[in-house]
């Protein structure tokens, strides 16, 4: 009836608690038969061995491939069509399946936890950062998005499968299959929880990863909606122009004015190749979601 799909790189110390809870959680919401498949993503400690012996399903990667990649073999090796996701190292409320899994069945196409709690806010840093970044995922969607990269999650695995070729192969899957859904019509619901200490170390790279996850966006912008990007930068014609434009009149300069008309026509170009995109998008994706 379930799988649960959890990527783990060297997550030795806390993979076996980790399935046992998916096991028991399996039982107590009568939700077997279940599978806990751990995609062990090029681990050098004894995650796979830990995870094998507590009664997971380990598909095994060489050398690490990236939070994404392992995700997706995850959730191509799945057994059965509802899926949760959900992270190795202890931070997630395991427990609280049960509650996404209710919320699931009233028709939502995904569930996710919307992490809350001291141990989610965690630095300063990391704060405005995922502010920015959720500013910028729904000013893309045109929706509010309360946790744009919650490793917690509930989905159908046929809904998903088509999706998957899009969705990016790092840090960014979480934000990515959000965005996928949001931009093409399907139904989330947000279920707050209470995120937990983690178990071991952190894997994510918040410079690197952060960068990741803006390129995302942009080339999600591009692909489900790429008018927004050339309103954005039509309106940063304009606004170049409205200064010129005032300047010349302050300066009485003949340049700054011929540089304001120039750049009122250039956002009308801009607009107009936006529309082109459009149009493009379109006929690229005929016949498809």
């Known amino acids: 009836m379930i799988s649960f799909v959890i990527p783990?790189?060297?997550?030795?110390?806390?993979?076996?608690?980790?399935?046992?809870?998916?096991?028991?959680?399996?039982?107590?919401?009568?939700?077997?038969?279940?599978?806990?498949?751990?995609?062990?993503?090029?681990s050098t400690d004894a995650t796979g061995e830990e995870a094998r012996r507590q009664g997971a399903r380990v598909i095994r990667h060489p050398k690490p491939g990236g939070y994404g990649n392992a995700l997706k073999k995850g959730i191509l090796a799945a057994s059965h069509d509802t899926v949760v996701i959900l992270d190795a190292d202890g931070t997630?409320?395991?427990?609280?399946?049960?509650?996404?899994?209710?919320?699931?069945?009233?028709?939502?196409?995904?569930?996710?936890g919307q992490r809350t709690g001291p141990h989610y806010r965690e630095s300063r840093l990391k704060s405005p950062l995922r502010a920015v970044l959720r500013m910028l995922v729904e000013f893309t969607t045109g929706q509010p998005v309360p946790d744009v990269n919650s490793g917690l999650r509930i989905f159908s695995r046929k809904t998903i499968l088509p999706y998957l070729p899009r969705l990016c192969n790092t840090f960014s899957f979480t934000t990515s299959l959000t965005m996928a859904y949001q931009m093409t019509g399907r139904f989330i619901d947000h279920l707050p929880i209470e995120y937990h200490s983690r178990i071991g170390s952190s894997k994510v790279r918040l410079f690197r990863d952060t960068l990741r996850t803006l390129q995302y966006?942009?080339?999600?912008?591009?692909?489900?909606?790429?008018i927004k990007i050339f309103i954005l930068l039509s309106l940063f014609c304009l606004l170049l122009s409205a200064f010129c434009l005032v300047g010349a009149l302050a300066t009485k300069l003949l340049s700054l004015f011929i540089l304001g008309i120039g750049n009122i026509f250039l956002a009308i170009l801009v607009f107009a190749i936006g529309l082109l995109a459009v149009q493009l998008k379109e006929l690229m994706r005929r016949g498809s979601f």
């Open 92 to 112: 997630y409320p395991i427990e609280r399946v049960g509650d996404l899994w209710q919320r699931y069945q009233q028709g939502f196409d995904m569930v996710v």
């Open 8 to 42: 783990a790189l060297n997550e030795a110390a806390a993979i076996a608690e980790t399935v046992g809870k998916c096991q028991a959680v399996a039982r107590q919401h009568a939700l077997e038969p279940a599978e806990v498949i751990v995609v062990d993503d090029g």
């Open 217 to 226: 966006i942009i080339e999600a912008i591009l692909y489900y909606n790429p």
